[in-house]
């Protein structure tokens, strides 16, 4: 397949890297690379990307810019310059002298070949050294999520989380499942959808593969246990969903109204679609979408309470870079309160200083702000085409999303060549050719050899 080949180049790039501080062991290397600088004498910091997801990075560049006499940042982003094969360029340049200064991380990137090959610089020098911060102001979940032997690798300014919601009284409160015991529910209640009607087994495994994929890999030994009773059962709980989605199912311009009213109806078991992204979701969710109380159930296979963290951005500072401290003079904005108290206004996403959540959960307590009206009202949802009144929060909707943000451990992980692995494994399994424990077995053998040729 093209995408193996492209892969296996990326791979292949990715093993020339050298030992340095953030990944195994071994002493830093330090680059012979000066730091280029700007006609005007500006320290040029090179930030690379392959695509920029967060459209607020290019304003930040801007008002950097504009405002340091020292440092000038130069983004480069790869999709635009080159339109064969981008992913491939950027990672040759990381990998054969033309590294940046800071990379904006991408989950299409071989992220866990860059950290084992140490070539992310520990941020928790920087953080420790930087006197306006301390790793006491940040959401502790966020930093041990983005941890690697202590060390932290990559910086992320703001997130949502996701999670399988369900019915209390259908589901129970029980918070991280497994794989079993999602199948056990399932069995318990076989005259209910168990998801929405557009769910495959291609695009369960997608999603739960995702969101679990750190569960069956030892980042510290590069073990996996692809071949356990929780992948396998992981497998089974794919296979009952349908091969395809019907034909007419978007045909149907209304059909959204029927998946509405099968989850307040409570024939549908339980939903992933609901993200969680502010403190008011959980009264839009529990006093409209469900009409009851609801259970946070998280994801089968993703560890802690199953919920998985949705970075918006992701950054690092490359360890070899000469230009360290001005990667880390504009890195340190999105840490600010300035930043992340700008986050609060979009409701979009959570800020990850301690403060800045305080702030949007007192304001979660006194309702939507109206520019219009220059007050605070009940914010209200809308189900079947009619206004429904939510709201505000109390403490005790506050607290529960607080626990939930602080127990999540799971993190969106992809290695796209073992997801390839997976994938056309699973399908034979589908297709009825093995069983799923046959199945497991394969796919544990074919990881198996991948990691240990790519350590």
Not at 151 to 180: H, M, N, W
Not at 249 to 272: A, P, Q, R, V
Not at 275 to 284: E, G, L, P, Q, Y
Not at 426 to 446: C, D, L, M, P, W
Request: glycine share 6%.
């Amino acid at each position: 397949m093209l995408f193996k080949k492209l892969y296996a180049l990326l791979t292949a790039a990715a093993l020339c890297l050298t030992v340095s501080s953030c990944g195994k062991g071994g002493e830093e290397q330090v680059s012979e690379v000066t730091a280029a600088t700007t006609a005007n004498g500006k320290k040029i910091i090179k930030m690379y990307a392959w695509l920029v997801t967060d459209n607020k990075l290019y304003d930040a560049v801007s008002d950097f810019n504009r405002k340091s006499s020292e440092y000038w940042v130069e983004l480069t982003e790869y999709v635009n310059v080159y339109k064969d094969e981008p992913l491939i360029r950027l990672n040759t340049d990381i990998t054969t002298g033309n590294a940046p200064d800071i990379l904006v991380v991408h989950q299409a990137m071989p992220v866990k070949s860059y950290i084992d090959k140490g070539l992310f610089a520990d941020l928790y020098e920087f953080i420790d050294s930087d006197p306006d911060l301390k790793r006491e102001d940040f959401l502790g979940s966020i930093f041990r999520a983005y941890e690697r032997g202590g060390k932290l690798c990559e910086l992320v300014p703001e997130f949502y989380i996701e999670t399988v919601t369900g019915k209390t009284s259908l589901v129970g409160d029980k918070q991280g499942r497994t794989a079993e015991e999602f199948i056990k529910l399932a069995e318990a209640y076989p005259d209910k959808k168990i998801m929405n009607g557009y769910t495959t087994k291609r695009s369960a495994l997608d999603m739960l593969v995702r969101y679990s994929f750190g569960s069956f890999i030892d980042q510290s030994t590069g073990k996996c246990s692809f071949d356990s009773e929780e992948f396998t059962a992981l497998l089974e709980f794919c296979d009952r969903f349908p091969f395809e989605i019907p034909k007419d199912y978007f045909e149907d311009e209304y059909k959204w109204i029927d998946e509405e009213y099968d989850l307040l109806n409570g024939n549908t078991l339980f939903s992933s679609e609901w993200v969680i992204a502010d403190f008011t979701v959980i009264r839009k969710l529990e006093r409209a979408i469900y009409g009851e109380p609801v259970t946070f159930m998280g994801f089968p296979g993703a560890g802690g309470n199953g919920a998985v963290m949705h970075p918006q951005s992701e950054y690092a500072v490359i360890s070899g870079s000469p230009n360290k401290e001005g990667a880390w003079e504009f890195l340190r904005y999105f840490y600010s309160e300035e930043y992340q108290d700008s986050i609060i206004s979009s409701n979009s996403n959570f800020p990850v200083r301690l403060s800045s959540l305080e702030i949007m959960a007192e304001n979660a307590k006194k309702g939507r702000y109206s520019a219009l009206e220059q007050k605070y009202e009940e914010p209200t949802w809308y189900l079947f085409g009619k206004e429904i009144t939510v709201g505000v929060n109390t403490d005790e909707d506050n607290r529960r999303i607080y626990d939930l943000l602080d127990s999540a451990v799971g993190v969106m992980e992809r290695d796209n060549y073992i997801y390839e692995i997976i994938s056309d494994e699973a399908a034979e399994y589908f297709g009825g050719q093995k069983s799923a424990e046959e199945t497991a077995e394969v796919i544990q053998n074919r990881v198996s050899n991948y990691l240990a040729e790519n350590r």
